[in-house]
């Protein structure tokens, strides 16, 4: 009877890296020729088709610039398909709530449209725009330069609330990590 061989995993410190193995591991290559970087990046290899090629990731974005996934049918043809494709819940665009949301998409508030209304923005109007708008009105309606007018002093107080909305509004958009 044979003993065993001594392990190398006993005691404490391990006398290799975890996650190593004597096994060889198997990497995938890039399925482009002469390339011999991994082939992590799957791509079809025609459109409805389970076959994939599996480039890295310069051969994937090269790949991916040229596709056309309506190649080769005619107007009505590739009009149709897409129809078809957007009856059924995977043809639905991801909603603004889910994903990574610019303002114009649906991200702003009720409040936060109404601010850019008092100020005579778009909805789509980034802060540097709101900046600018509000500085220019409130200047014009500043209580100083337009002493004893209420009509003045209840606009600039509009333009004072618009703002300070907004500015809270991108400070919660804006990451700080």
Wanted: charge should be negative.
């Amino acid at each position: 009877m044979s003993r065993a061989g001594r392990s190398m995993d006993w005691g404490f410190p391990r006398w290799r890296s975890y996650g190593s193995s004597r096994e060889a591991a198997q990497v995938r290559l890039c399925d482009r020729h002469g390339c011999t970087e991994p082939g992590k990046c799957p791509a079809p290899k025609s459109p409805n088709s389970p076959d994939r090629w599996y480039f890295c990731q310069k051969h994937a974005a090269e790949y991916n610039a040229g596709w056309d996934y309506f190649a080769g049918l005619d107007a009505e043809e590739a009009a149709r398909r897409e129809s078809d494709e957007q009856t059924h819940n995977a043809g639905y665009k991801e909603s603004a709530h889910y994903g990574w949301a610019t303002s114009g998409d649906g991200s702003r508030s009720r409040d936060e449209l109404r601010a850019l209304e008092a100020l005579g923005l778009d909805p789509d109007a980034d802060f540097d725009a709101v900046r600018k708008a509000w500085r220019t009105k409130a200047k014009e309606v500043h209580p100083d330069v337009k002493p004893n007018d209420p009509e003045a002093a209840k606009a600039f107080q509009t333009y004072q609330l618009a703002y300070e909305v907004l500015r809270a509004a991108e400070d919660r958009r804006e990451w700080k990590g």
